[in-house]
């Protein structure tokens, strides 16, 4: 992820159920991918994406309660709280 980031590579891409690099991180317990990404929302400006919803109206908020992740819902909450404060 970081090699495709630091390539230039998008992280708002989706699959065929909509869902983002972000919401598979958070459906699967990757904080640090998580963490990674919101880094780069934050820099990019793009911290919408985090609310962003797939083709079953979920955010990846959503992906990572459904998959019992509690410490990337709070990565998420921590990493939109802060992109609040700077803007």
């Keep these: 992820v970081q090699a495709h980031l630091d390539g230039g590579g998008s ?3 989706a699959d065929l ?4 690099a972000l919401m598979l991180a958070c459906a699967k317990g990757n904080r640090r991918v998580v963490l990674l990404l919101g880094a780069k929302m934050r820099t990019t400006g793009i911290v ?3 609310f962003t919803q797939d083709k079953a109206g ?3 908020l959503h992906h ?3 998959g019992g992740q509690a410490g990337v819902v709070e990565s998420i909450l921590v990493s939109v ?3 609040w404060d700077d803007g």
Aim: net charge neutral.
């Design 11 to 13: 992280i708002s891409g």
């Design 17 to 20: 159920q909509g869902r983002t």
């Design 48 to 50: 919408e994406q985090t």
């Design 58 to 60: 979920r955010t990846a």
């Design 64 to 66: 990572a309660a459904l």
């Design 81 to 83: 709280e802060a992109a």
